[in-house]
């Protein structure tokens, strides 16, 4: 049996070797311990705060193959991808994966060589799994994001139920669930939904006392962005609402000559998103324009800002996103900009986008009628999906019928893809037919299978506009042919740059009347309850900003953080803060404009610095070289 102060050295060396670190952050060690020594446990550490350090090492220490439940593919990804390059057996199970590829794994778990499996909680009631997992010796189960479990927190998902019963076959395996935002009404369902024996619970406070939240009420956010953007060369994130207002804020700040900007969202090619991704990664001054598509898993460590363009619909979504700052511990800043009307315009949208329990029946009654889907039958067919007939069909707003197509997503009642992506075809008749085929439609076909042999025996994915350059004719053309054999029921056909959706339960008419509307009603009442705390966050200014988090996470006796926006204000006092000798040293270095002394002054306020200089011009200590810059007077 190893000794203690072999296990002792043992966890450093692991953590020096494959990290590259000498110390654990803050409750990483305890964490770590409670894990080894076979204790559940729920940790609940804020963004940056190395959550999965704490399952990831102890999964090279113990003996067998760490379950890793994870709510999103890109997750996985990105973690096995990073855990891989620092040498670490790690492998993600996924529905795209085929039945050799999840075989190899299979086999390598049990073999005791893949340390951590990520899995979806969805693949926790697939037989096949279950039966292979008789097999693997599981050292531990750790359950990310674990707020997914409560219907109170952000991002419900459904699945995360399967967990409780999952852990009945596993009942001598112990588990680790851990979750960067959760309120302590979370936390206690979060126990009770994972059947946590006795947990040892670890919370970290969510101060963050490197950061300095600067709250913005301004009307010319484009303005203020470029200031910022033209005298700071550090890297840092902007959160935007839409991928349209991310694309047009990078091409108004180029146009600007502000070049260290690009843009980021769920609408572009994988290929695209990971080759930017990897590029800000790498980058010491590069900024990304983003919606809050960016930044889950992300290990980035010298970021200096965070700027949210507009507030985001949540505190828990705020508190994450600023989280991505500083997490070296360096001095780092977050922007909030807003203002009333804007704040105006949201709760009209919220308003407008949620349905009434007709609107919502007609919906998803329309989707199953559609397609003619028949009391408690589940077809097994990708289908396109035109949201404009469900519109001409409903008389809903498009913000009502596409809140009710996330909503089924998300609870797993359908597969909605929204989002543009390769094309499908699949042959429906036998190839030896084509003989009896008009000579038209078995020449295009024939011309199909010469390109896409595969297509004889399963569904393929291809590219019109790269089967339209090998032929030479308009993609519309390719299109409007596939279309026409379609109709003609020869081929099955989903065009990528449409929606589709893939009914994934029985069709229950009175379930949609009853269950799922009666969450679909909680979870929109939820939403709006977020907002209006949001709301309030952004509008109060007698609070310090970081006690309001603190509190809103169920942290007692906070004090004031000292740097916020609130709290500079309530030093300042009615007449502000004589910083006349910061301003001087500042401008015997170089001339500058009252945005770049703002900026050398951790972002003070400008209204001040104006005071200031207006008191150092009167003085004849200061002059102006021109209506922005300013020099000291020789």
């Excluded at 009442?525 to 200014?541: C, R």
């Amino acid at each position: 049996m190893i000794s203690s102060q072999d296990f002792h050295r043992l966890k450093f060396d692991t953590l020096k070797h494959f990290w590259g670190y000498s110390i654990f952050r803050d409750s990483q060690e305890e964490i770590i311990d409670t894990v080894i020594s076979g204790k559940d446990s729920l940790a609940l550490l804020p963004t940056g705060g190395g959550k999965s350090l704490c399952y990831q090492l102890p999964a090279l220490i113990l003996e067998g193959t760490c379950l890793v439940i994870s709510p999103l593919l890109a997750l996985m990804k990105d973690q096995v991808y990073q855990l891989k390059n620092n040498g670490i057996e790690a492998e993600y199970l996924s529905s795209e994966l085929d039945e050799f590829d999840a075989e190899t794994i299979f086999n390598r778990c049990k073999e005791g060589l893949t340390k951590l499996l990520y899995v979806s909680p969805e693949r926790l009631t697939n037989r096949t799994f279950l039966q292979n997992l008789e097999e693997i010796q599981i050292s531990f189960i750790a359950v990310d994001e674990a707020h997914c479990i409560s219907e109170w927190g952000q991002d419900f998902r459904p699945s995360y139920q399967h967990i409780k019963d999952f852990r009945t076959h596993f009942k001598e395996i112990p588990c680790l669930a851990l979750t960067a935002t959760a309120t302590p009404k979370v936390l206690q369902e979060i126990q009770v939904k994972l059947n946590l024996k006795n947990p040892e619970i670890f919370k970290k406070s969510f101060r963050r006392t490197n950061i300095k939240i600067i709250s913005d009420k301004i009307s010319d956010k484009y303005q203020r962005i470029f200031n910022l953007l033209k005298y700071d060369n550090s890297s840092g994130i902007v959160y935007v609402r839409t991928r349209k207002e991310s694309e047009e804020l990078v091409k108004f700040l180029q146009s600007n000559q502000i070049q260290n900007v690009d843009f980021f969202h769920a609408g572009l090619p994988a290929k695209e998103k990971n080759a930017k991704q990897n590029f800000w990664l790498k980058s010491q001054q590069h900024v990304l324009i983003s919606t809050n598509a960016f930044g889950m898993g992300i290990d980035k460590d010298n970021v200096r800002f965070v700027v949210h363009f507009s507030p985001p619909q949540s505190l828990e979504n705020y508190y994450q996103e600023i989280g991505r700052a500083g997490r070296d511990g360096q001095p780092s800043s977050t922007f909030l900009f807003w203002n009333e009307q804007e704040l105006a315009n949201f709760d009209q949208i919220l308003r407008n986008q949620t349905p009434t329990k007709q609107e919502f029946y007609n919906i998803v009654s329309y989707l199953y009628s559609s397609f003619q889907i028949a009391e408690n039958d589940l077809p097994e067919n990708v289908f396109q999906l035109h949201v404009q007939k469900v519109q001409n069909f409903t008389k809903t707003s498009m913000a009502k019928i596409k809140n009710v197509l996330n909503f089924l997503h998300n609870q797993e009642i359908v597969f909605f893809n929204n989002n543009r992506s390769l094309s499908s075809l699949e042959l429906k008749i036998n190839p030896e037919e084509l003989d009896l085929l008009a000579k038209k439609d078995a020449y295009f076909i024939e011309l199909l299978l010469r390109n896409y042999s595969g297509l004889t025996t399963h569904k393929i994915l291809f590219s019109e506009f790269t089967l339209s350059n090998k032929m030479n004719v308009d993609p519309h053309l390719i299109r409007e042919r596939i279309k026409e054999l379609q109709q003609k029921n020869y081929l099955e056909y989903i065009d990528g740059a449409l929606a589709s959706i893939k009914f994934l339960k029985h069709r229950d008419d009175r379930a949609i009347k009853g269950k799922y509307w009666n969450l679909f009603e909680q979870i929109q009442k939820n939403k709006l309850q977020k907002w209006e705390e949001m709301k309030f966050f952004v509008q109060d200014t007698d609070f310090c900003k970081m006690k309001l988090i603190l509190s809103y996470f169920g942290e007692k006796n906070v004090k004031n953080c000292g740097n916020c926006t609130v709290c500079e204000k309530q030093k300042e006092g009615v007449f502000g803060r004589n910083i006349s000798h910061e301003i001087i040293e500042i401008l015997q270095q170089k001339p500058s404009s009252i945005e770049e002394v703002a900026i050398r002054l951790n972002y003070y306020e400008k209204e001040n610095i104006l005071e200031n200089l207006i008191y150092l011009l009167d003085s004849g200590k200061v002059k102006m070289l021109n209506f922005r810059t300013y020099a000291l007077n020789e």
